[in-house]
């Protein structure tokens, strides 16, 4: 059997957006550099990451970082690793910039109301 991942309209232009941009500074390597060649720079920064568990399976996103990035899996475990590669992917495409440093999350909380309908 074959599985098949159905992302939202969004997601889908955002990934397509991000695999360009990848696209472009593939190119613009100079003639014969190699994608190892290139310096990184390794930090660590903490991000603060939402799992939802849904019937058919896990969603999770990071806070504070501009723009979409999601996650997921039929577990826990699953989404959380899609989502950290996610995480990077965009990092590794747009740069630090692509953190939110205006309104950093300190902490994150789940709260449950009842609405009239």
Partial sequence: MVKVKVFS???LIWRVVACAILCLKICSLS???DLS???VEETVQP??????????GYVAYPLGLQGVVVGEGDTYEEALSDVKSAIRFHLETFGP???????QVLEAFV???GVAL
Avoid: L, N, R, Y
């Avoid at 991000?47 to 058919?56: A, P, R, Y």
């Avoid at 910039?97 to 309104?103: L, M, Q, V």
């Fill in 31 to 33: 003639e014969g550099q």
């Fill in 47 to 56: 991000i603060k990451i939402i799992v939802e568990k849904h019937t058919d």
């Fill in 37 to 39: 060649e290139q310096k």
């Fill in 111 to 113: 709260a449950e109301a």
């Fill in 97 to 103: 910039d692509a953190f939110d440093t205006e309104s």
């Fill in 9 to 11: 309209p969004d997601v």
